[in-house]
């Protein structure tokens, strides 16, 4: 009885560890097989320990290119996005216009689409266009289905904003310029660096619009791909790895950075 009390007091914290357990146990297994040394071309069954491909991540041809690519993709692409996502969203909350309530619709558009579907489309405009598929065409994709993410994501920070801030500073022969730099984006902050990384962690990860929309170009999914069809080279793995600690320690320094202003206005 005693136990089923302790277990019912502590169910949604046993319940959390489990799902995190699950959602954290492919890059468990994909840092394990880092270390690996296997026999042959794929990368699927434990064999020796090594560090061979950590000392040498770029061993493998065209992978760092493709990561480079990728990651050259994902700046320009969250940097069009952020900046185009913010504006449409501050104009969504704070004037009205003609087919607001349509923009407003049209945004969803992306996120609710199959991602095939929208890749055939940008295809087909683009050949229509005559336009070389390439590094611009796969920018131009990604700005595109990144926009609504980032527009959702400052949308939903504007939205909560107590407009007697802005009001206030105005008060206090604040002009539009100041108003908005010192008071509008330090609050809207948040929600402007959640859309850019969510824009960068999508353009960085997607495979299905680029890989129609790239031609010849290659980017780092798209390698894994093709990479998986011929043999996973272990150097994917330790990319991935790194990968995936930086995030960690990204969002761990956020939260002691975080945690001490909390401290320290208190």
Not at 233 to 244: L, R, S
Request: charged share 10%.
């Amino acid at each position: 009885m005693a136990f089923v009390n302790w277990l019912k007091r502590r169910l949604v914290v046993i319940a959390g560890l489990f799902t995190l357990a699950y959602l954290l146990l492919p890059n468990v297994v994909v840092t394990v097989f880092s270390f690996n040394d296997p026999k042959g071309r794929f990368n699927y069954e434990w064999q020796k320990f090594s560090t061979d491909a950590w000392t040498d991540p770029c061993g493998v041809a065209d992978l760092c290119g493709s990561l480079s690519l990728s990651l050259q993709i994902a700046f320009w692409a969250t940097l069009g996005a952020t900046a185009l996502g913010t504006a449409i969203a501050f104009a969504l909350v704070r004037y009205r216009f003609r087919a607001r309530g349509a923009v407003n619709s049209l945004i969803f558009l992306p996120m609710a689409m199959p991602e095939v579907v929208m890749a055939a489309s940008l295809l087909t405009l683009f050949l229509n266009m005559g336009v070389q598929l390439g590094f611009w065409t796969i920018l131009i994709a990604h700005i595109m289905f990144c926009l609504s993410f980032v527009v959702t994501a400052v949308k939903a920070r504007v939205m909560s904003m107590d407009p007697r801030l802005e009001q206030a500073a105005q008060d206090l022969y604040a002009g539009p310029f100041q108003t908005f730099l010192r008071v509008t984006l330090p609050i809207a902050a948040p929600g402007i660096a959640a859309g850019a990384l969510l824009a960068f962690a999508l353009s960085f990860d997607d495979f299905i619009i680029t890989n129609f929309n790239a031609g010849s170009t290659v980017t780092f999914p798209m390698f894994v791909w093709g990479s998986a069809q011929r043999g996973t080279p272990v150097q994917i793995n330790v990319i991935g790895t790194a990968m995936f600690v930086l995030a960690v320690l990204f969002v761990l320094t956020s939260m002691v950075i975080s945690n001490r202003r909390t401290k320290h206005k208190a």
